[in-house]
């Protein structure tokens, strides 16, 4: 049987399949940089244009009762929760995921005198070392970075905090999340999860894993558009203790109460910093909607799916590229990872045949699988375009055009 003959079989036996219609997608397109950018719901078209029609444009200053405005990070944040184990009360949706990643740190550092190490590992996506940076550069913390074999060992007295992303950007291997929470425990750490490459792609249980912290984006899985706010999550038993440093109004106990004086709002809210942004807040509730509606653990099985299959039509052309991403599906997010010298001009190449990845300096070609809205039959294609950019050197002319552009 041939790999579009299995893929038309599994695409007829998929219970997501009609889902793909929910979502606005190019003609002529497989889009597999959902890890980067999701799909655009096709409600959010609708959803935001009422709330621009109506709640600014008919409601106006009204709007911030009379549509949610004020409750929407905590509304938003709320829905997120059981997508990542956590209590409603747990999460807000708020800022970007820079930003809550330097609350996040500055915060736990706090709650641990006399300890300044936060622990990290080299090749964790760069805003998560930058912020770390940052504050050692004020000499509130100090960088320690181990590989992801000698994280354990590495937790000693003098950790403040593990600061760690759960499914790996580039590669999409996939962290312990319980057995390394408890390590962090054991040594008198506390433990903050990049859930950016993990939300809405895989089951996630903060609370049964005992994490402290974690925060994520709303742009990829979540399909909340581009810049879509981020969220952050307070475990309940931290919240009462929790001192950010951004301190600004919307975290108030009493915003407009204007006092000079900062008194931090009760609960997750204490995370909130300025005025949240009601359209992205919009669009991103949307999306959370969806990928709820769909449900995670029905999403990551069709997704441990797509990517075996797409292996298999890989070997089924004779195909053999250097997989970077752990070859078991159950120990890496959704995506898959190659490593190839000319990773860049591949990508090029498959994009010109409308095939989107995207490129990971300096040699990874890297694949997302969004469930939601991909079919078997977009795995079969992807797999065939890739093989005959690799066999006919396609690739050599988008290399030749991006040297001829920079030189």
């Given at each position: 049987m041939t790999p579009d003959q299995r893929a038309a079989e599994f695409d007829a036996a998929d219970p997501l399949a009609g889902y793909r219609e929910r979502f606005i997608l190019p003609e002529n397109v497989i889009y597999l940089d959902g890890n980067s950018l999701g799909a655009l719901p096709r409600a959010t078209l609708e959803g935001v244009s009422r709330e621009l029609r109506e709640a600014w444009g008919g409601g106006l200053i009204r709007s911030w009762n009379d549509a949610g405005w004020f409750e929407a990070p905590a509304r938003v944040g709320a829905k997120i929760a059981p997508l990542i184990g956590a209590a409603p009360h747990e999460v807000i949706a708020c800022d970007s995921t820079s930003v809550n990643l330097f609350k996040l740190i500055a915060a736990a550092l706090a709650m641990r005198p006399g300890r300044k190490v936060v622990l990290s590992e080299p090749g964790n996506f760069p805003t998560d070392l930058y912020m770390i940076a940052g504050l050692e550069a004020q000499g509130l913390a100090e960088r320690r970075l181990a590989e992801r074999e000698r994280l354990a060992e590495a937790l000693d007295g003098e950790v403040a905090l593990l600061l760690l992303t759960h499914v790996h950007f580039k590669t999409g291997a996939l962290h312990d999340m319980a057995a390394l929470t408890r390590a962090a425990h054991e040594a008198g750490a506390l433990v903050l999860w990049d859930l950016s490459h993990s939300t809405g792609a895989l089951p996630v249980d903060l609370n049964a894993a005992g994490a402290d912290f974690a925060v994520g984006c709303g742009y990829k899985y979540l399909c909340g558009g581009p810049g879509a706010p981020a969220f952050a999550f307070v475990a309940e038993r931290h919240q009462a203790d929790l001192q950010q440093p951004l301190t600004g109004w919307f975290g108030h106990?009493?915003?407009?109460?204007?006092?000079?004086?900062?008194?931090?709002?009760?609960?997750?809210?204490?995370?909130?910093?300025?005025?949240?942004?009601?359209?992205?807040?919009?669009?991103?509730?949307?999306?959370?909607?969806?990928?709820?509606?769909?449900?995670?653990?029905?999403?990551?099985?069709?997704?441990?799916?797509?990517?075996?299959?797409?292996?298999?039509?890989?070997?089924?052309?004779?195909?053999?590229?250097?997989?970077?991403?752990?070859?078991?599906?159950?120990?890496?997010?959704?995506?898959?990872?190659?490593?190839?010298?000319?990773?860049?001009?591949?990508?090029?190449?498959?994009?010109?045949?409308?095939?989107?990845?995207?490129?990971?300096?300096?040699?990874?070609?890297?694949?997302?699988?969004?469930?939601?809205?991909?079919?078997?039959?977009?795995?079969?294609?992807?797999?065939?375009?890739?093989?005959?950019?690799?066999?006919?050197?396609?690739?050599?002319?988008?290399?030749?055009?991006?040297?001829?552009?920079?030189?």
């Open positions: 106990a009493a915003p407009f109460a204007f006092s000079d004086d900062y008194e931090g709002a009760p609960g997750i809210a204490r995370m909130q910093c300025g005025t949240p942004p009601v359209l992205g807040l919009a669009a991103l509730e949307i999306g959370v909607d969806l990928i709820a509606e769909i449900g995670v653990g029905r999403l990551y099985e069709k997704s441990q799916a797509l990517s075996s299959f797409f292996l298999d039509c890989l070997k089924a052309h004779g195909v053999d590229l250097e997989l970077v991403s752990p070859a078991r599906s159950d120990e890496r997010g959704s995506q898959l990872s190659f490593r190839h010298p000319e990773a860049y001009a591949i990508c090029q190449a498959l994009i010109a045949r409308g095939v989107i990845g995207d490129f990971r300096a300096p040699d990874v070609l890297r694949l997302g699988f969004a469930p939601a809205y991909l079919s078997f039959a977009d795995m079969a294609a992807a797999a065939r375009h890739l093989a005959e950019v690799l066999a006919t050197g396609e690739w050599q002319a988008a290399e030749f055009n991006r040297r001829a552009a920079v030189t």
